[in-house]
């Protein structure tokens, strides 16, 4: 188990490595210069080159690898060109909108996703699972922000139940923030739980297909006990990956939703970083995502573990 544990780990420090290295020089290759964007069209030349050279833009680009990537293993990502202050002291601002908003849309798809998932799989090919099925394909081909828009004019506008958008502050109460956040948060669930909720059927129905699945209805086990007891925790497996690929995907994926509800959380933060040409904000949150993507894949791979008992033995 030790040594599965040490494998996953050195992919997962071999892929941030790699990931660092391809962040880096896709904004190498960006035209434009930072600190003539920074300047305007018209600044002096001099004052260009000064600016360059106060924000290190003019040392080699190796050396400025080195010098971000060194700072970041020790916490340090570095300082905002546009905002004058740490990098750090943003994330944490944002982190503080973002992550709670990730974390209340994944709740809500798991929490709408697997009971309707297991209801469609019970029911095959009866009238409930073609209308499930049928609710869950236009959940997946329509887009998020055409929910977000929907449910701003109907809550927010037509109901005034929620705020159309705006986030005041934990400090203005848990509630009042809260409230501030369910809309976004049902805007990125929705089409994650339509997802979901086919992953979990299809995994289901597969796992109602072998052989042990017979075995057990053999001997007398009811269809419903079969489900519960045996069948779902061996098909959490692809359940549990497309878990962990969504939350990823809502802490890294939220600039369009952060925009529509004007959020202050890092998507926003990347969206005005890379207008402002602000590279050292990019290069610091988008490698931070990327190690939590890291990190959730890893702690992925030790949950397969833990569901599956053959996993378990094979990694011992």
Known sequence: MLLFFLKKLIWAVATLIFASVVVFLALEIVPGDPAQVMLGINATDEAV???????GLNKPAIERYFSWISGMVVGDFGRS??????????????IAISLPLALIALALSTI???????????????????????????????????????MVYVLAIWLQLVPAGGFPGW????????????????ALALP??????????????????????RTARAKGLSKRATLWNHALRNAMIPVLTILGLQFAYLLAGTIIIENVFYLPGLGRLVFQAINLRDLIV??????????????????????????DPRLRTRAS
């Not at 190690?291 to 833990?306: E, H, Q, R, S």
């Open 49 to 55: 080159a000064a600016l360059r050279e106060n924000l």
């Open 81 to 94: 060109y546009t905002y004058s202050v740490d990098v750090r002291e943003l994330v944490a601002d944002r």
């Open 112 to 150: 709408i996703a697997l009971p309707v998932g297991i209801y469609a799989a019970s029911r095959r090919g009866k009238i409930a699972d073609t209308v499930v099925m049928a609710i869950s394909q236009f959940g997946i081909a329509i887009p998020n922000f055409w929910f977000a828009l929907l």
């Open 171 to 186: 400090t203005e109460g848990f509630w009042t923030a809260l409230k501030s956040l369910l809309l976004p948060a049902i």
């Open 192 to 213: 994650q739980a339509a997802i979901l909720s086919r992953v979990t059927r299809s995994a289901l129905l597969e796992t109602m297909g072998e052989d042990y699945i």
């Open 282 to 307: 990019v290069e610091s949150v988008v490698m931070m995502l990327v190690a939590t993507i890291i990190v959730i894949n890893l702690l992925v791979d030790l949950a397969y573990v833990w569901v």
